[in-house]
């Protein structure tokens, strides 16, 4: 039987990153205990597949990414290592033991030999492949780093830290180039929009930032979302992100101009971990402190307009139901949104 998103991928432990091959239906997934998994997902019923795991870790897998090309998996750890596993077998092809003095946060590949890493201590590393060890590092930040963002180049790295600021490094140059002005609260995740132009970073305080691609020194705009926090942060257009927050529910967010556009899922009451996108945008993933990845169908938001123009509307109201797995789906669809949907993808109740 053929379903809409495939099915839940349930875990014995919580898994704290996911993520979604470049160019194939495969889902990574590294847990609370160091165990990394290879999942093959799809939407016909009961043909979701575990396909490998591995055990190298000591402590919790922080995050896991798969290389450009696709044939490489990283993962890195609270034991301060990172590995580098084949994805065909999940073979441990490459290890740094002891790559940061702290424990390792996040993990993002630049290209095929250059990847970069950040730690619970603010420390940055680039490292290339070929010579086998870090090409920069850098220690600019005071608190962790809870992600990483690079521009279509390569060449201009950023990082979101739990001290609030923005980090600006330059990969090709290896040197830091300057710190944005702390911010309420933690920086937790960054993205870029706007073919590149603008720049967003998620905050603790529920809060997303905007910085424009030449001023990284102060923020020219902020958005202030009806939700606890924005714990992690996705692209799904230039327009569009999905955000996760404390409360399990998942918003699309447009910005520029700043609307919630509406729930596109939730994990009920289970604070998200991480979400991830399908190549081409149609599929989002997310995982949750409820031991549970996630599939939601997200192929109605690339269709939607979003007026300039802000219509009166009642406070505090449920949010919209984007997809049809969202709470409150199942009324007329977009009742105030001009949009291009599939009737069947999208339906929904009042914005928030």
Request: charged share 25%; proline share 3%; aromatic share 6%.
């Amino acid at each position: 039987r053929l379903r809409d998103t495939p099915e839940d991928i349930c875990f014995e432990a919580t898994a704290n990153a996911i993520a979604l091959h470049p160019a194939r239906p495969l889902l990574a997934a590294g847990d609370v205990d160091g165990d990394v998994y290879l999942y093959s997902y799809s939407c016909t019923e009961g043909e979701n597949r575990q396909l490998w795991s591995s055990g190298h870790h000591l402590k919790s897998c922080r995050d896991v990414a798969f290389s450009q090309d696709g044939q490489k998996l990283f993962t890195v750890s609270k034991d301060k290592s990172v590995h580098i596993l084949t994805v065909e077998e999940g073979r441990l092809e490459t290890r740094f033991p002891k790559a940061h003095s702290s424990a390792l946060n996040c993990v993002l590949p630049i290209d095929n030999h250059v990847f970069a890493t950040g730690d619970d201590g603010g420390a940055l590393k680039v490292w290339d492949l070929r010579k086998g060890d870090a090409i920069l590092e850098a220690r600019q930040q005071e608190e962790y780093i809870s992600a990483m963002a690079v521009d279509g180049n390569g060449k201009i790295l950023l990082t979101a830290s739990g001290d609030g600021t923005l980090g600006v490094f330059n990969v090709k140059r290896r040197r830091f180039d300057l710190l944005s002005e702390p911010q309420n609260g933690d920086l937790t995740s960054v993205v870029l929009l706007k073919r590149g132009k603008k720049v967003a970073c998620g905050s603790s305080e529920g809060t997303i930032y905007l910085f424009n691609w030449d001023g990284f020194g102060a923020a020219s705009d902020r958005f202030a979302l009806r939700a606890e926090s924005v714990d992690c942060m996705v692209p799904i257009t230039d327009s569009i992100v999905c955000v996760g927050s404390l409360d399990g529910v998942i918003r699309a967010v447009n910005v520029l101009p700043n609307r919630v556009l509406g729930c596109v899922g939730q994990h009920l009451g289970e604070p998200i971990e991480q979400l991830a996108v399908a190549p081409g945008g149609q599929l989002l993933a997310s995982c949750a402190h409820d031991q549970k990845v996630k599939f939601w169908d997200v192929s109605a938001l690339g269709g939607l307009v979003v007026d300039d123009y802000r219509k009166k509307k009642k406070k505090g109201g449920p949010l919209r139901a984007l997809s049809g797995k969202a709470a409150g789906s199942g009324e007329d669809f977009f009742a105030d949104l001009r949009d291009e949907a599939e009737p069947e993808a999208a339906a929904g109740s009042e914005s928030d």
